[in-house]
């Protein structure tokens, strides 16, 4: 596996950000620098209970060569409880997806490198309602 | 700081150059400014180069010098700078090339954009989005045009814009595109086809989404008083401001606002002296039919959540109060990435000098807008006669 | 043209940094800088990036404003900018900087340079085939170390220089290195074991080579009158210039000189209004040992042809009368592409702050030359106390 | 095939340049703009002989993925008899190159392209003495 991904594993499948105990504001993709408090940043790890809402989603039928198996697919903006936005997959039927729908994360193959052909996992999310 | 003019532009044709190379296409768009400005050549002090991706495009960087080499300029030996943001890239080599002729230190300095896409075939989809968040916004799926209509959706939702609205920037970007020789697509579609289109990404299809298109474009800037040597046309640019944001949607907090382009117009008008009522015509970043809608609204044509009654009353029309793509913009001129910027520029200098043909407005000044990706950059350049 | 001082200078440890990723290595660099000219951040008004290929390396273009945003300064909107020349992309962001600066457009800069290279494995030295000429050189199965071979044995038919002159110049930059905490390779190499090391492309051999590493450097630039609020050893840029020449290695009359370093030279000399024999400390280009060579001869330092008695007779070394690269170079401090322009730059402050610890030199005026391709593009700055 | 290499065929194969009739220069690779001439530059498509001189060489021993299998291989700065240098590969045991050999074009196998498997021609270079 690239180094890149692997780097990432316990951010990705455990949902770890980070806070900045200066200001108070979560952060998911993790920061190293607060952006609000910069070098007065006080950062630390924070894992996210992975429950949230969509605040906007959007059907994919032209997708990339390695998702072109997979569509169409969900992606949605979701807001964790926490506060943070982020963009994930929903593992959802399109029909059913909402604005506003309750969501949580689970663990879920993402997809395959080419070369070397191993699969990659990681956070998604699905309906929590 | 000196005032700069443009003494020359020049234009490639736009879409799928199947018979060009990367060197063709600009040494095009490059001879076309030369000779528009009349120059030689070795009177180029300095030379910018926007170009989003030649390393994934074409295996290669190093494209500035690989473009001064091939402009014939390599004996010259002078500094040839590529910088890139995205397709935010050719607005960059724009202002670079502004500073470096404002600041003195360059009398004469030529901006070109230029992007080679369809040799990568199916692969250029995945490699634009190379312009967004690759480890949190590309990993899970989404696509720039996914990005864009998640935008879209919260628009609507939030303001009432209604898919209509944003096929009809795209009926009027085509019409626009008819009456532009260079264009990629030249003929009008109906509102109908436009809404009938297949989904890319729901609520968007295809008629809602630029091409990626081979091209470049090139402009020749000179100072105010050398540019009087060359042109009885001189137009100036009157401000060439730049600025950032989260690269990804996510991380910013109005997901209806792109903050670098607020940003980027309040500096330009302020150091233009000018309002946003004052823009007589446009060339905005349509990459999506909700970036036009978008760029109303930031660069203060409208007020938040009215874009879309500019394109409803035929405001940004050719013939309504403030054209905007009269060249047809990215969704019809053709969207060739990091030459759009310059496009984009080579457009409103030829409007502003009455050099347009069928589709000539009546301007005293013009902006162009150039994002990149998502919105984490945008450069906003003011013209005027 | 206002005076630019450096306020901060800032740098990652170089090598092969698996344990980080890209945005780890730039937020260190550019922290690191912070911290040293005393800033929270928000003072900042521009950015510039060296990368070379965030493209090809990471899949991520639009560097700059990925940049911006993981050191936080999303919420500023500064403009942020990539240039990229190939591995002298740093020197490009450092002279972007500059004129920034100088021109009076903006009051304090940063200036990073940074690349990733680990992560794609044995691709890294394809790609960095891409700083020449893919279509006429890299096709023919040309590799940048078979390029540089072939000018060093030209060199050696031509002025008699010989494998053991290399080896010389690889042997100092070690010893350099092992008194510079940030270098990748901290140990001293013997003569035997350069000289007896495997062939990467004849005559060169693996001690000819600098290694492909992770990094990232970062400088603050001010204009004079600021950069005295903040520091008490301002060291001032007195000239930054960059040239172009051919791409392609073929293209070039004499193969045995690059002349965009000649070029970037004379015109940063002439600036700076000193000469070759007033540099006191250099760091140069060496990405092969013969490229140290031939910037011995293309800087002054010695006559096109005598550069190989520089190393013979020591003058080049720490000790020496013109110590060139004390950080260890390109070939044992590590080469980190897009960061080794800004590294360079980062060195030379140090040097003439008397802040370079064990390596330090006694100098009044400091060089920097950096170099993409085979010499397409360079870059000279000189700096000053 | 990609466009990029068919686009190039015929100068690749047959070794067509320019040549430049204001100046009298030569091109190989071709050139639209004399960069001696520039905007008075008056090009005309050129064949060269294919006949030239060895002026450098080097022995590639750590070679790009797809070159692995030939290595060591020989690439070498050719002076065409025309006037141009350009770089090729020169089909020869590393032992027998030296500075100064005649050398001629020949037509032979570059490489194969990785995802479709199609494989690449074009101009190496052979001695010639
Ligand atoms: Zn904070
Ligand atoms: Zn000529």
Known sequence: MLPRFWRKIKYRYDLVGTKCKNCGNSYYPPRNLCPVCRRKSDIAEMKFSGRGEVISYSVVHEAPEDLKAQKPYVVALIKLEEGPVITSQLVCDPENVRTGMRVKKAFRKYGEEGEAGIIYYGTKFVPDE | ?385
């Open chain 2, 1 to 385: 700081m000196r005032r700069v003019a443009v003494i020359g532009v020049g234009q490639s044709k736009f879409g799928e150059l199947w018979d060009s190379s990367f060197r063709d296409i600009v040494l095009s768009a490059g001879v076309e400014a030369l000779e528009d400005a009349g120059l030689e050549g070795k009177e180029l002090e300095a030379m910018y180069i926007g170009n989003m991706s030649g390393g994934r495009y074409l295996g290669q960087e190093h494209i500035a010098a690989l473009i001064a080499d091939y402009a014939g300029l390599a004996e010259l030996n002078i500094p040839s700078t590529r910088v890139e943001a995205a397709d935010a890239s050719g607005g960059l080599a724009l202002r670079q090339a502004c500073m470096a002729v404002a600041s003195g230190m360059h009398d004469i300095v030529i901006a070109a954009g230029a992007e080679k896409v369809t040799d990568v075939g199916s692969k250029a989809m995945e490699i634009l989005a190379s312009a967004t968040d690759r480890e949190w916004e590309v990993f899970t799926g989404a696509t720039l045009a996914s990005l864009y209509a998640m935008i879209a959706r919260l628009h609507m939702r939030e303001f009432g814009t209604k898919p209509e609205d944003l096929a009809m920037v795209s009926v009027k970007n085509h019409k626009n595109a008819t009456l532009n020789p260079k264009a990629q697509f030249r003929r009008e579609i109906s509102l109908e086809v436009a809404l009938n289109s297949p989904y890319v990404a729901e609520p968007l299809r295809l008629f809602d989404c630029a091409p990626l298109s081979d091209g470049a474009a090139a402009v020749i800037l000179a100072s105010e008083d050398i540019a009087k040597k060359y042109t009885d046309t001189p137009v100036y640019i009157s401000a060439c401001s730049q600025a950032s944001d989260y690269i990804a949607l996510h991380s910013r907090k109005d997901l209806l606002t792109m903050q670098a382009v607020v940003h980027a117009a309040r500096q330009a008008y302020e150091q233009a002296g000018i309002e946003a009522k004052d823009v007589g015509v446009a060339e905005v970043h349509d990459s999506f039919t909700i970036a036009e809608i978008l760029a109303y609204e930031d660069l203060g044509f409208a007020k938040k959540g009215e874009g879309a009654e500019l394109i409803r009353e035929g405001v940004t029309c050719l013939d309504g109060e403030i054209p905007v793509n009269p060249s047809g913009g990215l969704k019809a001129c053709g969207h060739a990435v990091g030459a759009t910027g310059i496009r984009q520029a080579v457009e409103i200098t030829l409007q502003l000098r009455g050099e347009a043909g069928k589709r000539q407005v009546d301007a005293e000044n013009g902006l162009a807008l150039n994002v990149g990706g998502t919105g984490a950059t945008a450069t906003v350049t003011i013209f005027t006669r």
